[in-house]
């Protein structure tokens, strides 16, 4: 993650060894060698002396890997920031905008369990109301702007064109078509569906996996944030079961102590 590496010892290994950067570029750029990633990181890293500096360096050395101008506004999508509006704001107080993403916290659930199936669904459902709080928390702020996954993909054109009027850049088609790098992308889904461009086709997809009690104790759980995204729940009896559960999580959101980078860690929660 950006915030645990930025303040790394070994700031060009843990770039390339523990995010996510190395594999994409190499995918998409397959005649760039690793050693020449690293020659223009090391070169870059060298002249930052701080966290910010590094993420500045960071940017640097991208564009001069890929071609990319350096006068280009650059997007940082790892879900985490969610939480790190305030550092980032404080970063950059010119300028910073962030764009949330809500989508209905099942499907997200769903998609977590196809990738791992032991996960819990009280571990799931408490990294979702941490995150709906964090929404909550910053939404009203002119410099966010939240958008639903559901809107985005059932009418992209509209959606990007509210996006592009709240970034204040002008609106081309190509934002609304998914793409790396410039070449056409096929999508990420856990459930190994390749895509030709915007699909609809993971919506309400929860309905595969879950049912029975772990639906049903998925929705209590995460009730206020399906109210929230204005999604309907499909039991009207969340309000009767998983008390304790509710109870934990709500003591957990109170406490506040969910805002240490450190605490969620030790959770795996964010």
Known sequence: H????????????????RTRLWPTLNRHRPSIPREEVENVFIRTFAKAGDPR???????EGWCELTGGPKNTRWVEKTPRHLYEFETLSRWFPHGTRVLVMRRDPRDVIASSLKQKPSRSIFQM??????????????????????????GMVRDPVRTMERVCRFLEIQYDDVVAKPTVLGTEYSGNSRFRDTMEGVSEAAVGRYLEVLSGPRLERTEALLAPALAGGGYEATSSELGRRHTISKAAIKAILLSGLWRSRAVRSSFRGA
């Open 2 to 17: 950006l915030f645990d590496w930025v303040k790394s010892d070994d700031p060009v290994g843990g770039l390339l060894d």
């Open 53 to 59: 500096e590094r993420l500045l360096a960071l940017v």
């Open 125 to 150: 459902a408490l990294t979702g109301r941490l995150a709906h709080q964090a929404v909550t928390d910053h939404e009203q702020d002119p410099r966010v702007h939240v958008v639903s996954y559901e």
